[in-house]
């Protein structure tokens, strides 16, 4: 390569651009590094982990991603086979009186900031005071995202092992957004997306809220633009969650003493005033962009009146908890999960409607 000929003088020039460049680069990697820790930091403050509150690995022998067994954060621990809370004994000791319950991130309330104050942890300790003897534990077998059928598998592959003598199954949000779906890309008002997150937002905390965000105020210009809606037939939509449902508890009808089906709570109210509706909807609308909130309404209400015609139909105990927790931010995180105040009021209406069963109080005794 030939000999740069160019006098001092006329280098100098180029020499000091590359080095403020250099520093330029290297002020701002310094300032999203800054940022990253930031916010990392009030993640941790807020929600007690410095990552992402559902993470997952696979689990060969049931074939379902899991909460990776062992992860302990500020807020919650998982035990050693993938379960939020205590680990229970095994074999089940003689007299315990063992309550499982199933469900998805509503169950598993990360939201909550310790593992008593989640909804079930609560329910358990109501039924240990309540017992005249012997103990009480559980397993709160609730995941992140699970559907029914996930569900279902889950118990069969994880859960029945423990012998669960009381079932508390609740779900319906993650079912309700599978069916609009399909019917929504039927309709042609819905092309479909992935809610798996990107590289970087694995990567980075400060990107991956930075893309929830967009995609939530993309997603909801469906909401407003009724134009863009699906349309539905209630008792059709709802065909296959009722097969599901039905299922489930038959399942868990074979492998304990009371199966408990509980109607499903949200945020969002037909009282409400236009505005505090469309934003007691708004997480509901990042995973259904094609809904209004008059329409989510119609599909959580139809979802609860086949939950309680199954419970009828299987025997089971029906709690109907779906109006127990008043419809505002002090008691909802979002539009479907639970703060703390919430998961005591839910938790409460569950123990009442517990108390006043005769299947129940068979089950557990009464002092």
Not at 258 to 281: G, I, K, Y
Request: net charge neutral; aromatic share 8%; hydrophobic share 40%.
């Amino acid at each position: 390569m030939p000999a740069d000929t160019a006098p001092a003088s006329q280098r100098k020039p180029r020499a000091s651009l590359g080095r403020k460049l250099a520093l330029s680069l290297g002020v701002l990697v310094a300032l999203l590094v800054l940022l990253e820790l930031t916010v990392r930091t009030r993640q941790y403050v807020k929600h007690g982990t410095f990552g992402t509150m559902h993470q997952f690995v696979h689990d060969p022998a049931s074939g379902l991603d899991i909460p990776p067994p062992g992860r302990v954060t500020a807020n919650f621990a998982i035990n050693k086979l993938g379960f939020r809370g205590p680990l229970v004994e095994m074999p089940k000791p003689a007299g315990t009186l063992r309550l499982a319950f199933l469900g998805a991130s509503t169950t598993f309330c990360a939201e909550a900031t310790s593992e008593e104050k989640t909804w079930p942890a609560r329910v358990a300790a109501a039924a240990a005071q309540q017992r005249t003897e012997g103990s009480v534990d559980y397993v709160n077998a609730g995941v992140g995202g699970y559907l029914i059928d996930q569900i279902k598998q889950s118990f069969e592959r994880r859960v029945a092992q423990f012998e669960p003598d009381v079932i508390f199954i609740y779900e319906a949000t993650n079912d309700l957004t599978k069916d609009t779906r399909e019917l929504a890309i039927a309709q042609d008002v819905y092309s479909g997306h992935s809610d798996e997150d990107s590289w970087l937002s694995r990567v980075s905390l400060v990107w991956y809220l930075v893309e929830k965000n967009m995609l939530l105020r993309s997603r909801k210009i469906g909401a407003v633009d009724k134009h863009g809606s699906v349309h539905f037939e209630a008792r059709e939509l709802s065909r296959n969650y009722r097969a599901r449902i039905e299922s489930l508890s038959d399942a868990a009808k074979a492998r304990s003493k009371l199966v408990v089906l509980m109607t499903f709570s949200t945020q969002a109210r037909r009282e409400q005033d236009p505005a505090r509706q469309f934003e007691a909807c708004n997480t509901s609308f990042y995973y259904m962009p094609y809904m209004t909130p008059e329409l989510l309404l119609d599909g959580f209400d139809e979802y609860n009146r086949v939950m309680r015609e199954v419970a009828a139909e299987k025997g089971a105990l029906l709690l109907d908890v779906a109006f127990a927790v008043p419809g505002d931010r002090r008691h909802f995180n979002d539009s479907v999960h639970f703060t703390d105040q919430g998961c005591a009021v839910f938790a409460d209406a569950v123990i009442r409607g517990l108390q006043d069963s005769p299947q129940w109080n068979a089950c557990i005794g009464t002092r």
